[in-house]
């Protein structure tokens, strides 16, 4: 995709039916910020391009308080992000929506370009364009069956979790340096810490960088 300049990330998942514990009393996700959420759009950015994002501008919105059920935050919050290399992310998150869920990304390059598909082919399907005769091809990526574990334990999240967590403690294992350290870790999640500053501040927010922390 060559240089990626501009890249968006959606993270929507109506989670009305977990906010509440059996005897009413709410969970952690009643008062979750959204953007506190934010790994499922930072991280893929983070890994493709080497990128650290510096600054953020976040906004919020809400529908009408009465379908809310007590719900504490924003419906949703978005924020764009200004980055090391110079690009510009926008990523929006919800919790409390009338949307099936969907997490979508949107690369642009420029050399290439790709899209995710949505909902159901959002970690399946992807649609990119690269050159210069800008042909839409379309891609259908497989992930292995993973039989050994059950759907509670990470399956359904396109199959990817369990990897993600067997490549950390192999890292404890053998002494050696995990795909996601602690560095990058923060690089991803630091943003929506940003970002939900600037959307109670007005301004934009500064994101740090924890290599300046050791």
């Known amino acids: ?39 499922h759009g930072t991280s893929p950015y983070l890994h493709m391009t080497g990128d650290r994002f510096t600054e953020a501008m ?11 059920d007590g719900y504490e935050v924003d419906w949703i919050q978005t924020a764009m992000f200004r980055t090391e290399k110079g690009g510009l992310f926008r990523l929006s998150n ?7 869920v969907s997490h979508f990304l949107s690369f642009h390059g420029d050399e290439g370009s790709f899209e995710t598909g949505r909902f159901n082919e959002a970690r399946t399907v992807c649609h990119y364009s ?11 990526c497989e992930h292995s069956e993973l039989s050994q574990f059950g759907e509670s334990l990470g399956r359904g999240h396109g199959k990817t979790s369990i990897p993600i967590v067997l ?23 630091l943003p929506g810490i940003a970002g939900v500053q600037s959307v109670r501040s ?13």
């Open 1 to 39: 995709m060559g240089q990626i300049y501009y890249a968006e990330a959606e993270y929507y998942y109506g989670v009305q039916g977990l906010r509440r514990h059996p005897d009413g009393c709410p969970t952690w996700r009643n008062s979750l910020e959204p953007l506190l959420y934010p790994t």
């Open 58 to 68: 976040g906004f919020a919105a809400s529908g009408r308080a009465e379908f809310a």
């Open 94 to 100: 919800s919790f409390q929506n009338i949307h099936k």
């Open 130 to 140: 690269q050159g210069g005769d800008k042909q839409l091809i379309r891609e259908v």
């Open 167 to 189: 490549n950390f403690v192999a890292s404890i294992q053998n002494g050696t340096q995990p795909s996601v350290d602690l560095m990058s870790a923060l690089d991803m999640t």
């Open 202 to 214: 007005g301004n934009w927010e500064a994101v740090p960088d924890p290599r300046t922390w050791v």
